[in-house]
């Protein structure tokens, strides 16, 4: 029996030592093989099929809010008083994105152009596109200023004009005609005495290039090289870098498309990536540490500096002439129309903008810019991106329909773009990258525990069985001899 518990305890040493050690080396290769998955998931490669599939047709759901500031003294405005607005929606739409013309090359990149389409969505919104609103007439108001420093008989005959075509200062129109494109003669006269102001002729829309559209020529890395460039943009449209402002540094086109982004983020990670529709690359920065749905996130934000002017930000003087810090220029790649990107209700920008318009209310619930990322894959999980868009508006000697209106950064519309992961892309990742790691992690301290109990246990059982063995061999001393005898 001494010499059976004796095997036993050796066995369960053994057995103990070898759970020990393959808990120590899970310890070590358990990371490794994660981070290993990791890379192989987050290439860009047909043959990884979730990863893939949500690059390529981003398969979460994905909306547009849209805010429409109604303007409730029009009046008053051409007499030069302060504007009152009225914030109307959000007018929801679905957005459905899916890239196409993709195209991988030999030298680790793939290109494509993105093609987004846009569904209204009644049931999510407040209110119809049948809702009629005031807003700012873009088409006069920003002409006006562009013509500021032309000929007087020139501005005088242009004024004319609008009158002769009934285009006043503010439109009183539907949701539907200011987001998607309404007839308008005065698009084609733009067009012949203003060349390159509008993108089109015909019908004209706040938002009219954006249905049905794509966002230009993307050349993106598809990681195969190195995993620290997937996603990051080699080229936009075969440019490697922008004209549209002054200082080489505001011209680079940084970080990735603004969709995924390298995977293995620390909180000294950035997020940056480039806007067309800004026309620049943004950065976003950390903010905290988070869960989405059971997915351990990181939390980034815009910082203040973002839209901060030359005087305040240094680097960002490339991006001048400015105005007040909190809005950006971007006349200089929207054909030259005075108008200007902020944050929603002004947010984050000089306090005086408030001053000069009444019915803003900021705060960063409602109007900060944020995504929320799975810092292991670099996924996006929870993203918020908001801007709003205003028109410089002043009055212009000749052009009477400016009235006696004061110098003022006017918003017109705020929107939202906002997605989260769910469904079965959801369980997937939830699956892949957060519950099997999780149970490697487990598995190499149980294996830890298990072979440090099997190793106690075992020596125990060895140490009673010799005891054992020796109490026995007291108490028969003569045994032995009398064997020998026999």
Request: charged share 20%; with cysteine; proline share 7%.
């Amino acid at each position: 029996m001494s010499a059976c518990g004796s095997k036993v305890g050796i066995a369960l040493i053994v057995i103990g030592v070898l759970a020990a050690v393959l808990g120590l080396v899970l310890v070590f290769v358990g990371p490794i093989i994660i981070d290993d998955q990791v890379v192989k998931n987050t290439v860009i490669d047909p043959n990884n099929e979730m990863s893939y599939t949500m690059w390529k047709d981003v398969p979460v759901p994905f909306f547009m809010s849209v805010y429409f500031y109604d303007v409730l003294n029009s009046k008053e405005i051409l007499k030069g008083e302060k504007p009152m607005v009225e914030q109307r929606g959000p007018y929801v739409y679905r957005k459905h994105i899916q890239k196409d013309n993709i195209t991988f090359h030999e030298n680790g990149t793939v290109s494509y152009r993105e093609y987004r389409t846009y569904f209204f969505e009644p049931s999510m919104s407040v209110g119809n596109e049948s809702d009629v609103v005031t807003i700012p007439n873009m088409l006069v108001l920003g002409a006006a200023v562009m013509m500021e420093d032309m000929p007087f008989p020139l501005r005088l005959l242009v004024s004319a004009t609008f009158k002769t075509l009934k285009e006043g200062p503010f439109l009183t129109k539907s949701v539907g005609e200011l987001m998607w494109g309404y007839d308008s003669k005065l698009v084609d006269l733009l067009n012949k005495y203003l060349p390159g102001m509008l993108p089109s002729s015909g019908k004209f829309g706040l938002f009219a290039e954006f249905n049905n559209s794509n966002t230009g020529l993307f050349t993106v890395f598809t990681g195969k090289e190195d995993i620290k460039k997937v996603h990051k943009v080699d080229s936009w449209n075969g440019l490697t870098e922008l004209s549209y402002w002054r200082t080489p540094q505001c011209n680079m086109i940084n970080g990735t498309a603004g969709q995924m982004w390298p995977p293995f983020m620390t909180k000294q990670s950035t997020l940056p990536f480039y806007s067309p529709d800004a026309c620049r690359s943004l950065e976003l920065i950390y903010e905290r540490e988070g869960s989405f749905k059971g997915i351990p996130s990181y939390r980034f934000i815009t910082p203040k500096t973002m839209f901060a002017n030359g005087s305040e930000y240094a680097p960002n003087e490339g991006f001048c002439p400015c105005r007040q810090s909190g809005l950006l220029n971007v006349s200089s790649c929207r054909h030259n129309s005075p108008v200007f990107i902020s944050q929603p209700h002004f947010f984050n920008a000089d306090p005086v903008l408030l001053d000069y318009v009444e019915g803003l209310s900021p705060n960063e619930s409602d109007h900060s810019t944020f995504i929320e990322i799975h810092p292991l894959t670099g996924v996006p999980l929870n993203v918020a991106v908001r801007l709003q868009l205003n028109l410089y508006m002043k009055r212009v000697p000749a052009i009477t329909e400016t009235g006696k209106i004061s110098e003022v950064v006017m918003p017109m519309i705020w929107f939202q773009e906002n997605g989260y992961i769910d469904g079965p892309i959801l369980k997937t990742f939830h699956t892949n990258l957060v519950v099997l790691p999780e149970v490697m992690k487990w598995m190499q301290y149980v294996f830890i525990v298990l072979g440090v109990v099997l190793l106690i246990s075992g020596a125990l059982l060895y140490y009673r069985a010799k005891t054992a063995n020796k109490k026995a061999g007291k108490k028969d001393p003569h045994g032995l001899q009398h064997q020998r005898a026999g």
